[in-house]
């Protein structure tokens, strides 16, 4: 198996001297490719703006804000808001972007594209969170940029997205609080409109059942025992006068309206009622002895009916004559009377107790009823009037925070670093671009030599010979160079010093556009080696 032969440093650089063309040329033209890439990319600015989010001057123990989403958040959905077509559209037509797409492009597709030129970075830092007293990363700052081709433009548009976050910021705030008191506004005036109506309701039920609410149960049980106990002492009146007064009609019927009469002499003349009596007392003597059909009984019998007839007929005039007649009859008389007409009055008593009696025990009856309507109008209410107060007091709280957010006193937005006028372009990166195609054109150049050298099947030198052959060499003749190969070398040498110098040309002609001002670098080298020139 034969060996490989190993290259030294003179073969290598035998390979870079025989392939210097081939080197040089990929290299130059990656290169010239890099130059016209760095100098060919238009200059993009970028002005930036730096927001700060402040918290709110007053304490949120004494005035609590109504807005309680995170910055991180409301910066986001602000976002959303200002990066509409409609107010990007607004800043396309004022500032004149895009002039050359307008006319065949949409305004959508602008709007889109001036967003991709819009960057929003957000700022945070570890902070406690006073809601849950947890270390959390909170939003504290955020930066707002924007990059185009001509500086002023940049700034002016910078200036322009800045104030649309600031005023919808503060447009936001500001109608969130409004809308919150709006809210609650109309809430406690329809919770007062509820009241009204549930304490006319109130109203309208305690006067239809003045007599059967709760709180006069109690009472209502009282006035119903005595009234019972008015009635059982009632009773017991009526009770004592119907005894009375049936007493006094038995005296009475043992008693003669009239005054007695004596004849001339001195026997006492009977009168019709006076025979009627003996009659029916001789009579019921007989009837236990006869029978209803005994001659007597029935001579007796129709002596009295003829008696009853007579007194029936003169019982008025029998009763004048006893009226002025009988004192003993009249006194009877009288207290009987008295003793009807107060029985009279006691028996309506007892009914009027008795109604009274009834009328409570239907109240009792239907208070459980009542009492359950009251409780539920009473419940109604009280839980009205708790939440007409609960809502009173959010009212109250959203009132102050919109007159907070009115006067800029809450969380807001400060602009700590406004849009400058950028000097020098944020991109492209030209010493980069520079730089890497240096590099790339000797990688390319390198790997050119590399590839042919490696697909190069020609022998060179006499190591060339010495490996196919296995033997060395009798003699080496050297190249021995022509008229022509000098010309030839001499122009290469020409083209060359060519190159260079035009490479440092490019390099200084860079440098002044687009890193400093030669004069500047000059000032600068003057000044680092301690030398000052006069004015």
Known sequence: MEEEELLGIGDYFAILKRRKMQLIVPAAIIMLLSIGLALGLPSIYRAEATILIEQQEIPSELVRSTVTSYAGERIQVISQRVMTTANLGKIIDEYGLYADEREDTSITLLAEALQEDIELEMISADVVDPRSGRPTTATIAFTLAYSNEVPRITQKVTNELVSLYLGENLRQRTQSAFETSSFLSAEA??????????????????????????????????????????????????????????????????????????????????????????????????????????????????????????????????????????????????????????????????????????????????????????????????????????VKAKQLEAQLAESLERERKGERFSLIEPP?????????NRMAILFLGFVFSFAGGFGNVVVRESMDQSVYGSKGVAAITHAPPLAVIPYIECSEDQRQHTTNGAIAIFGLIAAMAITVVSVHLFYKPLDVIWYIVLRKLGIELGV
């Open 189 to 390: 005036e329809r919770l007062n409109q509820e009241i009204t109506e549930l304490e006319a309701s109130l109203a309208d039920f305690k006067e239809k059942n003045v007599n059967n609410l709760p709180e006069l149960q109690q009472l209502n049980i009282q006035l119903m025992e005595r009234n019972e106990r008015e009635l059982s002492e009632t009773i017991q009146q009526i009770r004592s006068l119907e005894e009375r007064k049936i007493y006094l009609q038995s005296e009475l019927m043992q008693m003669s309206p009239t005054t007695d009469l004596y004849n001339s002499s001195g026997n006492r003349v009977v009168g019709t009622e006076d025979r009627l009596r003996a009659l029916q007392t001789e009579y019921l003597a007989l009837a236990t002895r006869y029978t209803d059909d005994h001659p007597t009984l029935i001579k007796m019998k129709d002596e009295i009916e003829v008696l009853e007839k007579e007194l029936d007929t003169n019982l008025e005039e029998k009763k004048k004559k006893a009226q002025s007649d009988n004192p003993a009859y009249l006194q009877l008389s009288t207290q009987l009377k008295a003793a009807v007409g107060e029985l009279a009055s006691l028996n309506t008593m007892r009914e009027e107790i008795k109604g009274k009696i009834k009328d409570f025990e239907e109240r009792l009856m239907q208070s459980p009823q009542v009492e359950r309507e009251y409780r539920n109008l009473t419940r109604d209410y009280e839980n009205a009037l708790l939440k007409y107060q609960e």
């Open 420 to 428: 400058q006028l950028p000097e020098k372009p944020d991109k492209p």
